[in-house]
């Protein structure tokens, strides 16, 4: 019984550390993509910039520095910009470096002079990512972005830099700081390589020294986590932290950056959570132990005790019914906790235990609220117990949404659970039974497909252009329009939707309808994406021209759904093509005339010679 003990224990500690190794390769993978999402958005920011409008826009701030009007439509719009991206502080250099307009009147300074970057944003068009640095003005860390900004109708000659600031505690640091699921001593460190040392450019839980001043020379550290992964190194490793803490980690670089995340948990969080299941087993095989030694006096007694025989038997019978009980309730998935009339605890099977802390035997005789504490995940505030509410109306009642229960250790989990009483043949209540279980990854699955849909909806709000979805009708009814719907056609989306005030085949050109459905119609035949160029009146009733790609989205039965596709302004190419057109036919016309009158000219001397010949 021993041996069988001790093979299931070490089953369940390397089934945990498997568990622990593939959380830290999850979460670190997971990291990695928001850092690369983060720091592409960023530059995406920037590129939207370089545009004729906003370059002419640059160009009239600094040709006229004494223009309040135009030096105040410029800083508004910078601080429109930093506010709605959340960056720290922004400023305009012209080509001699002179800072010329600020959103802050804080003094700063930069990790290398302006000047180093002329090559790579004005002859590369590169925008510049900069490295982590220590502002000694500001007495913080900070990450600039540098961008060119260019006189596109001059040629696209260079008119001076914007320079952006981030703070990384807006959003980098909180990123690294927190853990998908409540973990002790689970750390996220980001560091790099410099000068023969791996430099942390976040803060280490329990060092004293700050980011970028925590520095490990890598020759006199080599087994380190932090030296392992900055010396190229991918993958599990074991060894002991800069705080000389046995960890498990795993590390990998972060693509198109000098930096290297490192994902680590301490080796006795993790030996801490076997605890609960060595005292299980050893729990058990004295049970099984106990039952032997019962089994073997019971024989005997059997024996010397005839008279018992059906006493015993009876009571066997009892104590086989009770045993089956306990263990069902006890191997359930589910924790369950039972209580007497009074509250107090009774009984708590071995995954209630796990998820509250506590053992069964300690457990017992306490009050339920001392051992099942829960709180609103949002508001971090106690809420109504399911007990109370059970004891006073002697029903059924279930939890709230984001509801955490808080385990003894401090450890939380999100939990889903329903409580029910317990009745006497009278009706009477008697107790509680408390069923409830860890929906922990499932909510964080939820938070992430949430985070999933706003990028998707902040994607969408960039485009330049409408994003649509409509049904195939002769009235092209929209049932889904982006944002831009407003700057195209001037009517909000809701206007123009389903249920609005207008339909979107009524701000089509009447010439241009029927091209319109005959490029939708041959599409279906095709299935094929259809595009087209067609003239629109918007709201001002202004005549526009858009071109629209779409294309037709089927069922597996080959049954049309609905039209999806994007719609964009491209008014100006077709002034600029009609513009043309026009010059080419006036010019074809005056050549016409002029030769024309050459060959009359001609006819004429032809008359007059003739004439002085008779």
Not at 122 to 130: C, T
Not at 212 to 222: S, W
Request: with cysteine; proline share 3%.
């Amino acid at each position: 019984i021993s041996l069988l003990g001790y093979y299931v224990f070490q089953k369940f500690r390397n089934e945990i550390f498997i568990k622990a190794e593939e959380e830290l390769v999850s979460v670190t993978e997971m990291k990695i993509q928001e850092i690369g999402h983060w720091r592409k958005e960023r530059i995406r920011n920037l590129i939207n910039i370089q545009n004729e409008v906003f370059g002419s826009r640059i160009k009239r701030t600094l040709e006229n520095p004494d223009d309040p009007v135009i030096q105040k439509e410029m800083l508004d719009w910078l601080i429109r910009f930093e506010d709605i991206y959340g960056y720290d502080r922004i400023c305009l250099h012209d080509l001699k470096g002179v800072e010329r307009m600020r959103t802050s009147e804080s003094e700063v300074e930069m990790p290398h002079p302006l000047e180093s970057y002329y090559e790579r944003i004005f002859e590369k068009g590169e925008i510049v990512f900069e490295d982590f640095y220590y502002d000694k003005i500001q007495d913080k860390i900070y990450l600039p972005l540098l961008a060119g900004m260019f006189d596109y109708k001059n040629n696209k000659s260079p008119l001076g830099t914007i320079v952006v600031r981030i703070d990384p505690e807006e959003y980098l640091y909180p990123l690294l700081n927190s853990w998908p699921i409540p973990r002790k001593t689970a750390e996220l460190h980001l560091a790099r390589k410099e000068d023969g040392f791996a430099v942390f450019l976040n803060h280490v839980k329990g060092s004293r020294k700050t980011a970028l001043k925590n520095r490990i020379n890598i020759n006199e550290n080599k087994d380190m986590p932090v030296s392992r992964a900055v010396s190229g190194f991918s993958g599990i490793y074991q060894n002991k932290d800069i705080n000389g803490n046995e960890v498990i980690s795993f590390s990998q670089p972060v693509p198109d950056t000098p930096w290297f995340l490192i994902a680590k948990i301490q080796k006795e969080e993790i030996n801490s959570s076997l605890t609960g299941i060595g005292y299980t087993i050893s729990g058990i095989i004295l049970l099984l132990m106990a039952l032997l030694a019962t089994g073997i006096t019971y024989i005997i007694k059997f024996q010397k005790y005839n008279y018992y025989k059906q006493i015993a038997k009876k009571s066997a019978e009892l104590a086989a019914s009770e045993e089956n009980l306990r263990i069902t309730l006890a191997s359930i998935g589910d924790g369950v906790i039972a209580t007497d009339e009074y509250g107090k605890v009774a009984f708590l099977n071995k995954t209630a235990g796990i998820l509250t802390g506590w053992k069964a035997e300690e457990a017992k005789g306490k009050d339920i609220t001392q051992v099942f504490r829960i709180i609103n995940a949002i508001t971090r505030k106690e809420v109504l117990n399911p007990v109370d509410v059970v004891m006073r109306d002697g029903r059924i009642v279930g939890l709230a949404n984001h509801t955490v229960l808080i385990s003894r250790s401090g450890k939380e989990f999100q939990i889903a659970d329903s409580a029910a009483p317990i009745l006497d043949g009278q009706g009477m209540i008697k107790g509680m039974i408390l069923v409830f279980s860890d929906v922990t990854e499932k909510y964080a699955s939820e938070e992430k497909i949430a985070e999933n849909e706003r990028f998707l909806n902040s994607l969408i709000s960039n485009l330049k252009g409408i994003v649509y979805r409509r049904i195939n009708d002769n009235d092209r009814t929209l049932v889904y329009m982006s944002k831009a719907c407003k700057e195209l056609t001037g009517y909000y989306p809701e206007d123009i939707t389903s249920n609005g005030k207008i339909k979107y085949k009524d701000i089509i050109h009447e010439d241009d309808r029927e091209m319109v459905k005959k490029a939708v119609d041959e599409s279906l035949i095709s299935k094929e994406h259809y595009v087209m160029e067609y003239r629109i009146f918007d709201a001002e009733k202004n005549e526009k021209w858009v071109l629209e790609k779409g294309k037709g989205v089927f069922d597996d039965n080959g049954n049309l759904r609905f039209f999806e596709g994007f719609i964009t302004d491209i008014t100006l190419i077709k002034t600029a093509e009609i513009r043309l057109r026009e010059k080419s036919e006036e010019l074809e016309r005056s050549n016409s005339l002029m030769i024309g009158r050459e060959v009359r000219m001609v006819e004429l001397k032809k008359e007059v010679n003739s004439l002085l010949r008779e």
